[in-house]
């Protein structure tokens, strides 16, 4: 651990032994304890703790400080601060989407419920019918995130959920136009047909067509506009 900081050093040490070996709700050693196990000054432990806190690992109570139920948003939240609205963005954006969605067709073939079913459907018809272009984006993150809901994994649901506005931006601009969400809707409408089917190369397969005319979608645009990938 050479080099490091020592609240870097403590944090790290902290971390693998609430991960590894402590359960949610477990406390941890007050500050005076900890300041004498690392051989710091409390300060130093003090800032290791607001650390911690930050990453959703503990949480400040009454009796100390506590290991809590594990919490990704804030780390995503950051992340999701550093869009822009490139060209060159919204292609990894639309990457990153379908790197993700075709990596989590299997689990969504076999945890697709009625219910998860029936939501795809109804955002895909409310993105049909939307009078707007936010509306229409709106409702096909909807359809996007039901399916991303209907893997069960807890990671990529939040991770969906805490980049919902940034998705939503991007989605946005690849609906400019009336044939564009008409166009979607149906290739919503084979991603529904397969999760039903629960094929999930049939579904991987129908991803990657959407993710391809998005993709033509937004060269068009940059190419309008001069803005090249």
Excluded: C
């Amino acid at each position: 651990m050479a080099g490091l900081s020592a609240v870097e050093d403590i944090r790290e040490v902290l971390r693998r032994e609430i991960v590894e070996r402590m359960q949610v709700g477990d406390l941890l050693p007050n500050e005076r304890d900890l300041a004498e196990r690392f051989g710091v000054a409390r300060n130093t432990v003090r800032e290791t703790m607001i650390h911690l806190e930050a990453f959703g690992l503990i949480e400040k109570t009454r009796r100390g400080a506590k290991v809590r139920k594990p919490d990704f948003d804030p780390i995503f939240s950051v992340f999701a601060q550093h869009f822009d609205n490139s060209a060159k963005t919204l292609e990894d954006v639309l990457n990153f989407r379908r790197i993700v969605e075709t990596g989590a067709a299997p689990l969504a073939a076999i945890g697709v419920t009625d219910s998860h079913l029936d939501q795809m459907t109804e955002a895909n018809e409310r993105m049909r019918r939307a009078m707007t272009v936010s509306e229409a984006a709106g409702h096909d993150y909807d359809f996007h995130m039901a399916m991303v809901e209907a893997t069960g994994n807890t990671v990529l649901i939040r991770m969906y959920r805490v980049l919902s506005v940034p998705l939503r931006f991007y989605m946005e601009v690849g609906k400019s136009r009336s044939a564009q969400t008409v166009e979607s809707h149906a290739q919503h409408q084979a991603i529904i047909a397969k999760l039903r089917e629960r094929d999930a190369a049939g579904l991987t397969a129908s991803l990657n067509t959407h993710f391809d005319y998005s993709g033509a979608v937004f060269a068009a645009l940059a190419k309008q506009a001069g803005d090249p990938v």
